[in-house]
């Protein structure tokens, strides 16, 4: 398994000898303003350019969009990806949206499992910040509330887990309980509302899924990148510092992250 940190949520997962692309968030530096109703709205975003050229980001076999939020599906990812790649989407209602944009070749994740070349894919809950205030928020602007996480299991290779955009909650608890990652990938950045709800991992919420699982790696993701960050890759490093957490890993962009294969 190999997993590149590109930028943000956007990696590269080498899993089974398919390469997927997850949540392509490709458009340059300073591209779109800050989100109204998030601290820092006042700076521009991505704060940081790529770190290869688009054209070899979406050399790959998959593309997994978590859930369509500016910051993790946008229109530079639409026009530059090849409409008939394989797409892995968490709802109808997302599948509906990426054909209307053109692709051909579009499919839901189920929480049953989905198979695709030697791989099955299951959907996983999450909660994109507290669901009783943040949903009924995300509704008054016009967008989506779910997220999903997805959970990557074949003969050959560890079990990933990548977190998606979630708090720590009763869904990610259910997900570390009943598929026992090896490898953990968490958006880690604590991006935060004008309210002073985190809609994604702090600090604290790393730190349980570090205490939940000692035995997997913990990779923190979604880093130093949208201007509603309140944690940085430095107060993580100072975190795994203080507290010896060697399992916890925090890539750089175009950092590329190896794995062995299963015992």
Known sequence: MKITQIRNATITVEYNNIKFLIDPWLMPKDYMPGFDVAINSEIRQPRVELPFEIEKIIDVDAVIITHIHPDHWDEFAEKALDKNIKVFVQSIIDKDYVISKGFTNVESIQESGTKYNGITLYKTGTQHGKREIIKPLCASVGMPYDAMGVVFKSKNEKNLYLAGDTIWCEEVIEALTKYHPDIIVVNACAATLLNGE???????????????????????????????????????????????????????DGEILNFSYKN
Request: proline letters at 4%; aromatic letters at 4%; hydrophobic letters at 40%.
């Open 198 to 252: 985190r809609i994604i991992m702090n600090i604290e919420d790393v730190k349980n899924v570090l205490n939940a699982v000692p035995d997997a790696k913990v990779i923190a993701s979604h880093m130093d990148t949208v201007s509603h960050l309140s944690v940085t890759r430095n107060d993580l490093k100072e975190f795994k510092n203080k507290n010896n957490f060697d399992n916890l890993l925090i890539p750089e």
